[in-house]
Structures are given as structure tokens and as C-alpha cells.
């Protein structure tokens, strides 16, 4: 009998033994199976997030960023315990000992899945397990991917520490509202770093990863807060917090940025500009556009806020002031459906999904989007966004406008408003528009090529297209000067007399006889005269003289074009470039003909704060001694390329310098300090330009139409358009960098000559006609000696380069696409400068 039971007892011993060891066997055949050819867990100890590039202005404000996925890589060490501890205790609380996975926790969620018949199925993967799904396995819920999971897991447990591997989680996390990890995530419900978090904002955030849409902070409020404190008990289980902190924490209100109980971070921010967004043009070129979206980077622009708000401001109100000469209404910027106009929540809510811009500042205010409710016979009745009740447009304000006043405005239009104060009283409402013509400006510094400033167009989210880098336009007479240096270079001289006559010529496109813009002509006048009242003949003449491809080869070193056509007609600027170009190229005449890159950007770090770019590579000699003689200044050695003579750099400044003292500029500019500059304008006023500098800034300017055409009104000159906005701007910029005199370079002599005539004076005559010129040491100018360019025997000379063409498209900063006009043609605007 004994026997017999313990032969059943061996058997059962045995049948288990053996289903055991089967057990065993098949478990390890299925993992065996399933753990080859697995993604490799070693590549995530070098693995790098994709992270927002960050641009910071000089002082260190944060002033954009960019990125596909918002995330702000922290490491484990600047990650405050109070965070991990919240999310340990929302997905894994024991993550710290076991060994990539939970079997308890496996065997407690399978138990609960029979219990229920498989409808309440909840996970139970560990964090590890989490950071295999996220980044190498996909997030379908069949067992072959839970197999894979769990070896991964085990895997990168021997080959991860657990920091490393909570790092990995909590940076890669999704956890809604296109936030990526933790940091981010504080920033975008709470407005806070992750140090300033409360225990029940930290809950918060470790109740998001399940399904953020799930617990949304305003839809599922209530859903959210729940788990909110469910995490809060794990955490007093746990031991992170005490029964006091939880009490107190538990009965906190749920509050959030999309709540409206904390600011956005986003309201910290300026809105985006054309600033910025020419660094991300210019760096997703040089990076590669994936790299600058996931990169990581630290940039530090060139960008002085004050002065880009300045040149924003002077732009603005130039082009605001020529829209208005024309008196043309272009139409609201959108529409309201009527009917949604007699309930006030209906109108607002439309109102606020209104396609309009709303970065418009201008010297009276903000302009705010607003709807027309009612148009009486002597007012406008609007509704404003962001204020309450409506306001009042008087007639009056609009009498600008040609037309009816009936026939401009109905019920429904969506306009911009600007709130017309007395003190601080709003005293009525008056309307604007976005003008239809546009323009550029930059400034930059002449000795380091750093752009200060840059406005793109009137306005950002109106259009994003960058006029200042992207738009090709003539520079009609701003490109004398490269005519001028190229003669200066050869041998001429500011006293060089050069014939201003008529000049007639057969080309096979017909007779072309270019003018001057006042129709007269002068004679025999010198070079300094010739430049400083634009006059065409003579720079046709001189340029025939000199010869276009030196002209072309000077244009070309100063980065002006990069193929010149050396056809004649170009020496008065038909040929396109960007007004980018053209301010760099100016800066090298101030500088003493030293060549400079311009640039946005002082200096890009990446994630790990290596400095992978500095644009000033000049040498400090003296800066790695920890003092200096009293007195004396470190020594700067630049090995920057000379594009010009220093001597022919100081002429050609002191003849520009005649255009703002006493030539086409005179009447407009009036700084404190020393300035010199030239106007530009096209035939048929299609583009207005100017370009001028001090000792230390120079500024540029162009207005035009996208789709070039005549800019009427009877001001579309340089001077008259673009001279107020360089005024304007370069007084507040002499304010804050001063200036001074252009240096004078060693190697020369002054001469006293008449501007008039060219004629040598004494050296102590005096009077209005009088300019002293200065010369190359050893070398005595030859007086009276008169230039006419060979225009007298009647040669045929290449004139124009023919184009058919009815436009061209081009890509714009965001990826858009819009569409600029011809190039110039003999017909329109071949003959370059008019003033």
C-alpha cells in the first residue's frame, strides 16, 4: 500500500517535474524565438532627443524657438526628485528593484483581465519596459510585442543605469499639447521650471502619459483631477510625501495655463518676427532643416531689440503714409457672416477665428482686429476685439478714402481699429489697413557685418515673405557708388570732370536716350557733383570710361551680385539684388574698404553647449592676460580681405557724405553726427531706395510693390519715401551709439578745389563752392583733363540684357510661394537710376 501511494505520489512528481521543464523549455523556445534579430538597446546610450533650438537676443532674453516636437532635454541629475518620484508612482513603483519587468504586477493585471473577461485590461509594463516601446518597438497591444518588450527591457537594464534609463523616459514622454518630457511640460501647463513644481503639479504631470487627449486639463477636468489624486496617494504609500503634504495637496484646485490661471509661456515670447525667422531660413540651410528643428541648439542673434522695434515703427509709418497718399480702400481683411452680429458671444467667437494679423504696433498703438456692426451716415459702429462693448468711427477719420463712404464698408467686415485717446481715454476708434506696398530695412554694424535690425515688410503674419533678403529688386541709383569706387580705383579722381550731355545711341531694340530726372543736362561737371545730384549721363559716361566689366568685377567682390551682366545700362542699377547685399556692400565703404559677412547670429551652441559657430573670428591678442597696463586696450588683429583701398574707401564716404549735406538727401536727413548716403529710384518710381551710413551704423531701405508698378502719389522718390524711415531710425540709433567723424586714412593730402568746376583753389579760400578733396600722397592730380566716355563719335555699346519673361515664383521663409514681377526690361525700367 505504501508502495503504491508512493508510486502515485512519484508520478505526480514526476508529471509536474516534467510539465515544469516544458513549461520552461517552451517559455524559453518563445523567447528564444522572438529575442532575434531584435532592434539593438546599445544605441540609446548615445541617443539624443530631438530638442527645440532656442534664439536669445544679446542680453539673454529668450525671443523664439523652434522645433517639430517642443521638447527641453534635461538630465537625470537637474531633474528634482519630487518629479521622478510622482511619475515612479504613477507607472512604476518598483522601478528601482526589479530587473526591467514586474512579474507581480503582470500576474495581478492578467488575473484582473480573466476576472473581467478581458473589459478592464490595464497595462503592466514597467518604465524600462515603456522606453523600449517609445523608442524601438511599436505600440500595438499584442502579446509578440510584449515578448519583445520584456527582453529589450532586461537587456538594457545590464547596460543602463536606472538614472539613465529614467532620463530616457521622462525626456521622451508625450504628455499633450504638443509637449514632449517633463520640462516642456511644466512650461506649458503651468508656466514653470521643473524646481518650482507643487507635489500636486507634479501629480499632474505623471497623470498624463496614459492618454493625454484622455485628461485634458479643461475637457476632462474632473477626470484629471482624479487621477491627479490618485497619484498623490501612491506618492504617500510610497513614502515620498507625508500624510500632511497629502491632505493639503489632495484638496488643491486643478489649475492650469489652458485653464487661464497662469500666463502662457508663449506670452513671455515676441510674436515671431522676420528676424527670427531669417536666422531659421539661413541656419535650416547651413544645418540642414532637420537638424535646426531637432538639433538642440543654443543661438545667440546679433538682434538689438530696441533698435528692431525702432526700424519697425520707422517702416511701418513710411509705408502707412505713402497708403494713405493714395487713398485707396483695398476691402476688409475678412468677413463675418451678418446674422452672428446681434449676439455678442457669436461675433467674438468669429471674430477671434479671423485670418488677420494681429503684430501691429505702431507710434499711436496697437492696432486690434475689429468688425463693422453698423455703418450710419456719419460713423462706423465696430466691435473690438479684446475690449468690451463697441466703439465709434467718426466719418472724419476715414476722409482719406476715395469713394463712397457707403460703398468702402458694410456689416460683417473684419478691419484693423486704433484707439484714438485723449489722456487716457479712449476718445473714438480710427481704421487701417495693412498698405499693399511693402519694403525692407536693415542696419547693421560696418565694422562686424552684425545685423542690428530687420524688417522684412509691414507685417509678419500679414505675409512672411522677407523683403530685405528674399526680394529682388533694382537699385536704380544706389549702385552708383560701385561705378564711382571702380573709377576712384582707376585713377580718377572727385575733381575728375566728366561731360553731363545728351547721349543717343541705336541698339537693335530701338534708340535709347537716357536722361536725367530733372530733363537737364550740365556740361562739364565734376565726379563729386556727378554723385552727389545723381546724375545719370555722367554715370553712363564714366562707367563707358572705365569699362563695364571693371564696374561688374567691383559689384561682384562687394557681393552686390554674383554674375554681373556688364551691359551698360546697368551702371544705373536695372540689374536685380537684395537691399541685404546692398547695406553689407555700403558697410565697406565705412569701414575704410575692409570686407564684412553680415550676419544674424553672434555665436550657436549645441545641446551640450559646445560652441559649434562664433562669426567673429578676429584674434585678441591681449585677452588671455588677466590685467593690462592702466590705459591700455586689448589689441583686436583682423585678417579680414581689403575689397577696397582704405584712400579710395575715405573719397568715395566723403563724396556720399555731399549727398546727405548738400545732394538728393539733403532736404531729408539731419543727424547729430556725420552721415553719408545715396538715393535709388527706378524709372516709373517702381522701387525707392536708400542707403547711408555713420561712422559705425549703416541702414537701408527700399519700398516697392511685390508685383513692381509705379508708385504713384507724386513721392515715390529714395529720398522722399525711404529718407524719413532711415531718419527716423538713425536717430534713435545715434542716441545709443553715437558717432563721429570717418576716419581719415594715412597715405593722403587734402586739396581745396571748386565743386562746381573742378578747379584747384588756395588753400585758404572759403565759401559755398569750396570742398577739399583728398589725394594719394605722390601723386599730383592733373587738373581740367575732361571725360566724355567716347559717347561723341555715336559707338553702339551693349545696353541691356533682352528678358521675355511675365514672372517668376519663388519660395518664401515659411515654405509659402509668391510671385515677383519681371526683370527689367528696355522698355520699363532698363535705364536704372533716376535719382
Known amino acids: 500500500m505504501i508502495r503504491f501511494i508512493l508510486s502515485i505520489f512519484g508520478s505526480i512528481f514526476s508529471t509536474i517535474t516534467l510539465g515544469i521543464g516544458v513549461g520552461a ?3 524559453g523556445a518563445i523567447f528564444w524565438v522572438y529575442g532575434r534579430d531584435l532592434p539593438s538597446h546599445e544605441s540609446l546610450a548615445q541617443y539624443q532627443p530631438p530638442t527645440i533650438s532656442r534664439i536669445f537676443s544679446g542680453e539673454g532674453q529668450l525671443i523664439d524657438e523652434f522645433a517639430k516636437e517642443r521638447r527641453l532635454f534635461t538630465p537625470s541629475e537637474e531633474v528634482p526628485d519630487l518629479v521622478k518620484q510622482a511619475f515612479i508612482s504613477a507607472e512604476d513603483k518598483n522601478f528601482y528593484s526589479h530587473a526591467g519587468y514586474d512579474a507581480r504586477g503582470i500576474l495581478a493585471a492578467a488575473i484582473e483581465a480573466v476576472k473581467s473577461r478581458g473589459e478592464n485590461v490595464r497595462g503592466a509594463s514597467t518604465i524600462t519596459q515603456q522606453v523600449m516601446k517609445n523608442f524601438l518597438l511599436s505600440g500595438d497591444r499584442r502579446a509578440e510585442r510584449k515578448i519583445k518588450e520584456i527582453i529589450l527591457a532586461t537587456r538594457l537594464e545590464e547596460t543602463l543605469s536606472k538614472d539613465k534609463i529614467l532620463e530616457l523616459y521622462l525626456n521622451e514622454i508625450f504628455l ?34 496614459k492618454a493625454p487627449s484622455d485628461y485634458h486639463p479643461v475637457r476632462e477636468k474632473e477626470r484629471l483631477l482624479q487621477r491627479r489624486n490618485y497619484v498623490l496617494r501612491e506618492m504617500k504609500e510610497n513614502g ?9 495637496e489632495r484638496e488643491q484646485e486643478l489649475r492650469s495655463v489652458q485653464n487661464g490661471d497662469f500666463d502662457a509661456f ?5 510674436p515671431r518676427d522676420y528676424f527670427t525667422d531669417e536666422i531659421r531660413r539661413q541656419l535650416s540651410d547651413d544645418f ?3 537638424e535646426f528643428f531637432t ?5 545667440r542673434a546679433t538682434i538689438d531689440e530696441e533698435m528692431q522695434t ?3 515703427l520707422a517702416m511701418r509709418k513710411g509705408l502707412e503714409e505713402f497708403d494713405r497718399s493714395t487713398g485707396v480702400w483695398q476691402g476688409p481683411v475678412a468677413e463675418i457672416d451678418p446674422a452672428l452680429l446681434d449676439a455678442e458671444d457669436d461675433w467674438r467667437a468669429a471674430l477671434g477665428d479671423a485670418d488677420i494679423s494681429r503684430d501691429i504696433i505702431t507710434e499711436d498703438g496697437a492696432w486690434l482686429p475689429a468688425v463693422v456692426m453698423e455703418v450710419e451716415a456719419n460713423a462706423l459702429t465696430i466691435g473690438i476685439e479684446s475690449v468690451t462693448g463697441t466703439g465709434t468711427v467718426p466719418r472724419s477719420d476715414i476722409k482719406w478714402l476715395r469713394g463712397d463712404f457707403f460703398d468702402n464698408f458694410k456689416p460683417g467686415d473684419v478691419i484693423h481699429a486704433l484707439a484714438v485717446r485723449d489722456g487716457d481715454a479712449v476718445k473714438h476708434w480710427s481704421v487701417r489697413q495693412v498698405p499693399e506696398v511693402q519694403g525692407g530695412f536693415v542696419a547693421m554694424d560696418v565694422n562686424t557685418g552684425r545685423v542690428l535690425a530687420m524688417q522684412g515688410g509691414f507685417s509678419y503674419q500679414d505675409s512672411v515673405f522677407n523683403r530685405a533678403t528674399q526680394a529682388q529688386r533694382q537699385p536704380g541709383s544706389s549702385f552708383k557708388p560701385f561705378v564711382y569706387a571702380a573709377a576712384l580705383d582707376s585713377g580718377y579722381s572727385p575733381a575728375t570732370i566728366v561731360i553731363d550731355a545728351p547721349i543717343e545711341i541705336n541698339t537693335p531694340q530701338g534708340v535709347w536716350r537716357p536722361k536725367n530726372s530733372n530733363h537737364k543736362f550740365y556740361g562739364p561737371t565734376p565726379l563729386r557733383t556727378g554723385i552727389e545730384m545723381s546724375r545719370n549721363l555722367m554715370t553712363i559716361r564714366l562707367a563707358q570710361e572705365v569699362g563695364m566689366p571693371v564696374v561688374a568685377g567691383y559689384a561682384e567682390r562687394f557681393g552686390v551680385y554674383d554674375n554681373m551682366g556688364t551691359f551698360l545700362a546697368n551702371s544705373l542699377g536695372s540689374e536685380e539684388t537684395t537691399l541685404y547685399k546692398m547695406v553689407a556692400a555700403y558697410a565697406m565703404f565705412a569701414n575704410g574698404g575692409e570686407r564684412v559677412e553680415p550676419t544674424l547670429v553672434d555665436r550657436i551652441q549645441n545641446r551640450f553647449g559646445q560652441t559649434i559657430y562664433r562669426h567673429d573670428d578676429r584674434d585678441c591678442v591681449d585677452c588671455s592676460f588677466t590685467e593690462l597696463d592702466a590705459g591700455r586696450a586689448p589689441k583686436i588683429v583682423t585678417n579680414r580681405e581689403q575689397v577696397m583701398d582704405p584712400i579710395t574707401a575715405y573719397q568715395l564716404t566723403s563724396m556720399l557724405k555731399g549727398v546727405v549735406d548738400r545732394g538728393t538727401a539733403s532736404r531729408l536727413i539731419n543727424l547729430p553726427v556725420p552721415a553719408a548716403g545715396k538715393t535709388g529710384t527706378t524709372n516709373d518710381a517702381r522701387d525707392a531706395w536708400f542707403v547711408g551710413f555713420t561712422s559705425n551704423i549703416v541702414a537701408g531701405c527700399y519700398f516697392g510693390y511685390d508685383n513692381p508698378r509705379p508708385m504713384k502719389g507724386g513721392r515715390g522718390y529714395g529720398g522722399t519715401l525711404c529718407g524719413p524711415v532711415f531718419q527716423q531710425f538713425m536717430t534713435k540709433a545715434t542716441e545709443k551709439f553715437g558717432g563721429g567723424p570717418f576716419d581719415v586714412p594715412p597715405g593722403g593730402h587734402f586739396i581745396k578745389i571748386d565743386r562746381y568746376t573742378g578747379g584747384r583753389l588756395p588753400n585758404g579760400a572759403g565759401g559755398a563752392n569750396v570742398v577739399a578733396e583728398y589725394f594719394r600722397d605722390g601723386e599730383e592730380p592733373i587738373f581740367g583733363l575732361t571725360f566724355d566716355g567716347g559717347f561723341g563719335m555715336g559707338s553702339n555699346l551693349p545696353l541691356f540684357e533682352e528678358v521675355s519673361e511675365s514672372g517668376r515664383q519663388v519660395t518664401t521663409s515659411s515654405g509659402g510661394t509668391a510671385v515677383l514681377g519681371p526683370k527689367a526690361t528696355f522698355g520699363d525700367v532698363s ?4 535719382y
Not at 182 to 192: D, E
Not at 295 to 299: C, K, Y
Open 266 to 270: 508663449r506670452t513671455a515670447l515676441p
Open 295 to 299: 538639433g538642440g541648439f543654443t543661438i
Open 831 to 834: 535705364s536704372g537710376g533716376l
Open 25 to 27: 523549455l517552451s517559455i
Open 288 to 290: 540642414g532643416e532637420g
Open 310 to 312: 525702432e526700424a519697425a
Open 176 to 209: 499633450g499639447q504638443n509637449s514632449y518630457g517633463v520640462t516642456a511640460a511644466a512650461q506649458t501647463y503651468f508656466n514653470k521650471t521643473l524646481g518650482e513644481l507643487e507635489p500636486h503639479e507634479a501629480a499632474t504631470l505623471a497623470a498624463m502619459p
Open 240 to 248: 515620498y510625501i507625508s500624510e500632511a503634504v497629502y491632505e493639503v
